[in-house]
């Protein structure tokens, strides 16, 4: 027996976060506009809700590194 919905039992944030990974919904970086999807640290609801691209993601990381060493 298959299931119809594939996201049936999942919260809708899940559900929009592989929608965006994937590339299907065009989401884009809050913080320098590039397209989510082809990088591992991609985040659709960043820290602050927002998606955030691998790229800047790493960067913010590294700054929050630097600020408590």
């Not at 919260?11 to 989510?36: Q, S």
């Amino acid at each position: 027996m298959t299931d119809d919905n594939p996201f049936d039992g999942h919260e809708l944030r899940d559900a929009r976060m592989v929608e965006a990974l994937m590339g299907w919904d065009g989401v884009t970086c809050a913080t320098c506009g590039a397209a989510l999807g082809t990088d591992p640290e991609d985040e659709v609801d960043g820290d602050a809700g927002q998606p955030i691209c691998g790229e800047c993601n790493r960067a913010r990381n590294f700054d929050l590194m630097r600020e408590h060493q």
